[in-house]
């Protein structure tokens, strides 16, 4: 069965500081594995996705997550955290029924301080 | 206008009522889902559809019905409802990538 964990429920940085968010996966098979992002009181938006292609992904607004096969685990980082990232992160795995069986972390919220 | 219209975006409603979301997407995707939000849960699939003539259930169906009206319009109902249906609801369509609504926010007194 698959399955994600965010490690983090909450995630605290400073303006212009780096960003990580952990996620690690367990998957009987080669998952697709999904970011997804939660402003305040807005729907989710994907971030990036990876689909077995380059290891390293890159999305939107800075962010990249790295697929480490090895450690199960998917990883999102920014170099320099904004204002506006501030939100909420899902880590997201597809399940057995492919991309109808999206299963989702419990979620990191990130704050980011002045 | 946005992708995908959700209405109600919040809604009080008493145990045992009828309540019925609705969700429209201008995306032209097939496939739409409804989910469910909780703190500290993430989201969790309820129903989903590939196309007018296939609804499939999701992890947590129970309580629930939805009904595929056209490729563009996916409603969930809570036949009746209880308190612990409390949730922000989200529905979504797409295909790999989900574009989702803004959520409806039940609250069940």
């Known amino acids: 069965a698959q399955s994600v964990t965010q490690l983090d429920s909450h995630v605290s940085v400073s303006e212009g500081t780096p960003v990580l968010l952990r996620c690690n996966y367990s998957s009987s098979y080669s998952p697709s594995l999904f970011w997804y992002v939660q402003h305040p009181n807005k729907g989710l938006q994907l971030l990036l996705k990876y689909t077995s292609a380059a290891t390293l992904v890159k999305g939107i607004n800075g962010f990249e997550a790295e697929f480490k096969k090895s450690e199960t685990s998917f990883h999102l980082t920014k170099p320099s955290a904004h204002m506006s990232d501030a939100a909420e992160y899902f880590c997201v795995v597809s399940g057995a029924g492919g991309y109808n069986k999206l299963i989702f972390g419990a979620g990191t919220r990130l704050a980011v301080h002045p | 206008d946005a992708d995908v219209t959700q209405t109600p975006r919040n809604r009080i409603t008493k145990t045992g009522k009828r309540i019925m979301l609705e969700c429209s997407q201008t995306k032209g995707h097939d496939r739409m889902y409804w989910y469910r939000q909780d703190p500290g849960l993430g989201l969790r699939l309820i129903y989903y559809?590939?196309?007018?003539?296939?609804?499939n259930k999701g992890e947590i169906s129970d309580g629930y019905s939805v009904s595929r009206q056209a490729q563009a319009k996916f409603s969930l109902s809570l036949e009746s409802a209880i308190p612990n249906q409390t949730a922000l609801y989200f529905c979504?369509?797409?295909?790999?990538?989900?574009?989702f609504g803004e959520g409806s926010r039940l609250t069940v007194l």
């Open positions: 559809s590939f196309d007018v003539k296939d609804i």
């Open positions: 979504a369509t797409g295909t790999g990538e989900l574009f």
